[in-house]
């Protein structure tokens, strides 16, 4: 029986310095999309690239009839640069000039990109 305020105690304190440290550690760094391309070529080759968010707008989307799940996007920076989404849900039904953030990590060489496991509406 003593057993019991301990865990209730454990758990009263756990739960709250749980959220707080997934909080504080799980956040996203918001970048541009040069940002992200420097910090995943700083990337050792076998390791997967840091993921960040992205705030920027739709610039352009694929021709009609093209089924992709790539569209280019610019960000506050002004660049635009192609984003190609692998995430589970469908993608939103975007229009040019629409506010977006995504989430993912950014690809660099002769074309970069950015990699996006998801895509919302601001």
């Not at 076998?46 to 009839?65: F, I, N, S």
């Not at 990109?113 to 601001?122: C, I, K, M, N, T």
Request: net charge negative.
């Amino acid at each position: 029986m003593r057993l019991r305020p301990v865990v209730i105690v454990l758990f009263v304190l756990g739960v709250p310095a749980t959220l707080f440290i997934a909080q504080h550690f799980a956040t996203l760094p918001e970048l541009t999309f040069a940002q992200a391309v420097v910090l995943a070529e700083q990337q050792p080759g076998e390791e997967r690239a840091q993921k960040v968010m992205l705030r920027g707008t739709v610039h352009a989307l694929p021709p009609p009839g093209r089924v992709t799940p790539t569209f280019w996007m610019q960000d506050t920076e002004g660049t635009i640069f192609a984003v190609e989404y692998t995430g589970g849900e469908a993608l939103p039904v975007l229009q040019p000039g629409e506010s977006i953030v995504v989430f993912g990590h950014a690809h660099g060489g002769a074309s970069p990109y950015f990699h996006a496991s998801e895509v919302r509406r601001e």
